[in-house]
């Protein structure tokens, strides 16, 4: 962790006592991207099931002064092309009195060095949509940190 951040923020991993605190800032981080949200009881019970099974993902917590004030997801996959296990950012969430602090910086960097710890070399996250208002910083953000593009994903949603 960074000296600035060290004295300001921790990073930890998430545990069952986090489920409400983390179904509320992914809540909030799709209501600023305006993306659909799931009922609150459907965000938590998809927080306790990754929390349950550590193989299929992570999920970090940044906290300060005994509030959360920063969450990040991740999921562990496997693809034919990219030999071995590779991380999936899932959900990056830093409170807005809280961004442009480093505590976003700080958790993808933990999730990298859970990745080494785990012999995993590849971190991809997807971007949000191109209406987003904020996706040059989140560009940005993600280029300053180490990302490079791939090209654009696609989703088909099944009913």
Do not use: C
Not at 47 to 63: D, H, K, M, N
């Amino acid at each position: 962790m960074s000296d600035s951040l060290a004295t300001e923020a921790t990073i930890r991993e998430a545990g069952d006592g986090d489920v409400a605190v983390i179904a509320s800032a992914v809540e909030s981080l799709l209501l600023e991207l305006g993306g659909r949200r799931p009922e609150r009881q459907e965000l938590e019970a998809e927080t306790r099931a990754l929390l349950g099974e550590p193989a299929g993902g992570s999920v970090l917590i940044a906290e300060a002064d005994g509030n959360v004030v920063g969450v990040l997801s991740a999921s562990w996959q496997r693809a034919i092309h990219v030999p071995g296990v590779y991380a999936t950012i899932q959900d990056l969430w830093v409170d807005g009195a809280w961004r442009s602090r480093g505590v976003g910086a700080e958790l993808v960097e933990a999730l990298a060095s859970q990745a080494r710890a785990r012999g995993v070399s590849r971190l991809e996250v997807g971007l949000p949509r191109e209406t987003f208002a904020a996706i040059a910083s989140t560009e940005s953000f993600y280029k300053r940190n180490g990302f490079e593009h791939l090209g654009p994903r696609m989703r088909r949603l099944l009913e």
